[in-house]
């Protein structure tokens, strides 16, 4: 059946503008929005700081103090700057499950079971090819991590496409499920008789981990990291199936006047965004951990969801933010020890950054500064 009138109308508004995507450029620097969406990110870290500043001191500690043990923990020597990196490798894929799938206006957080669901299935398959040499391992534990995180998030969007179910609910809920998947695992089928304490997979052997860049601590994650927030920025910006996320994002009814698949459009995209921290989940096991354990769930899943929102759903921008972020959460230690403050405080300041990104969103269009100029 043809649409007619208005329905007509939107459709073949819509078409023409998907047909000419390619081809348009700004007339103008849209330069006002641009400003805008670095001022005010910058102002919830202001506001964020003096927030946590009022916390600490209420807890009997010097606020510029510790500040300068933050810093001091992230970013004052080469041996912090290499934890600081090692910690945002995991960091930037983890953001991308969330940013990703906004650009699609769904908020995903599924982040941390995906992790944990890439890195358990990455561990099986790598100790199923430990004859292969290390390349192959890592190849195949990295196509079955991110495969299995994809799997894990597309879930999510086939319930809300075609059940009709929240998205972020049920990608909370699938969390618990992999943590609970992951449990299992290593106290039965998987488990080394030999991990008492702590049980775990079966170890992936030394020589097939990976192996860290010459005398530091940074290791294939990070490049991983980066490598994947390059390529999901030109993905999203720079073809046509990253406008057709942007569409479908701007106006579902109207995508699917224009012609768009949204099933099969949603579905894809989760993959995608799934895959990144199933990938990351595997590195934590070929990098850093060397076998499946409780470690696994270490909160950069949930963590991720923070730098998604601090970068505005930018993924060159995650990297950034990702970096900051891990900053922080190797600057933990240092006020336990110099200010006697719990580990925990970092997780305080985390969640003031968090609610002041969510106050935030209201700000955006409402200064007119930040308006654009009517042609």
């Known amino acids: 059946m043809e649409p007619n009138g208005a329905e007509g109308d939107a459709a073949h508004l819509a078409s023409v503008a998907l047909a000419e995507a390619p081809a348009r450029r700004f007339s103008g620097i849209r330069w006002r929005s641009k400003l805008e969406s670095v001022v005010i990110p910058l102002g919830v870290i202001i506001v964020s700081m003096i927030l946590f500043g009022i916390f600490v001191a209420w807890q009997g500690a010097e606020p510029l103090a510790v500040f300068a043990s933050i810093k001091k923990g992230a970013f004052g020597s080469w041996f912090s700057f290499q934890n600081t990196l090692v ?3 995991p960091l930037m894929l983890c953001a991308l499950c969330t940013a990703i799938p906004l650009r699609l206006g769904l ?3 599924g982040n941390e079971g995906a992790l944990v669901i890439g890195g358990l299935c990455a561990t099986a398959a ?3 090819c430990q004859d292969a040499s290390a390349s192959t391992v890592h190849i195949v534990m990295a196509a079955t991590g991110m495969f299995a995180g994809g799997l894990w998030i597309m879930i999510v969007g086939a319930l809300k ?3 009709g179910v929240n998205e972020t609910i049920s990608s909370l809920l699938l969390n618990y499920v992999a943590i609970a998947v992951l449990n299992q695992a290593v106290n039965s089928w998987m488990k080394d008789p030999d991990s008492l304490n702590k049980p775990s997979s079966f170890p992936i052997p030394d020589e097939k981990m990976f192996q860290p860049f010459g005398d530091t601590q940074i ?3 990070l490049v991983f990291g980066i490598i994947y927030c390059l390529c999901a920025w030109f993905l999203i910006q720079k ?3 990253g406008f057709q996320i942007r569409t479908v994002g701007a106006n579902v009814r109207a995508a699917r006047l224009a012609g768009l698949a949204v099933g099969p459009l949603t579905l894809l995209t989760c993959f995608i965004a799934g895959a990144a921290p199933g990938l990351a989940g595997m590195v934590e096991v070929a990098a850093v951990q060397g076998r499946a354990n ?3 769930n270490a909160w950069y899943g949930y963590s991720g969801i923070l730098v998604a929102f601090l970068a505005r759903q930018n993924a060159l921008a995650c990297i950034f933010m990702s970096v900051l972020l891990g900053g922080l959460l190797a600057s933990g230690g240092i006020l336990q020890r110099a200010h006697h403050l719990p580990d925990a405080t970092i997780v305080v300041f985390q969640g003031i950054v968090f609610l002041t990104i969510l106050y935030s969103e ?4 409402r200064f007119k500064f930040f308006q654009e100029a009517r042609e």
């Not at 209201?362 to 269009?365: N, Q, R, T, V, W």
Request: hydrophobic share 40%; aromatic share 16%; charged share 10%.
């Open 87 to 89: 910690r945002a490798a």
């Open 107 to 109: 908020v995903v957080i």
């Open 126 to 128: 790598g100790l199923q």
């Open 161 to 163: 496409q075609y059940r």
């Open 219 to 221: 290791h294939w994650g």
């Open 239 to 241: 073809t046509t199936f």
């Open 294 to 296: 409780e470690s696994l």
């Open 362 to 365: 209201s700000l955006y269009g």
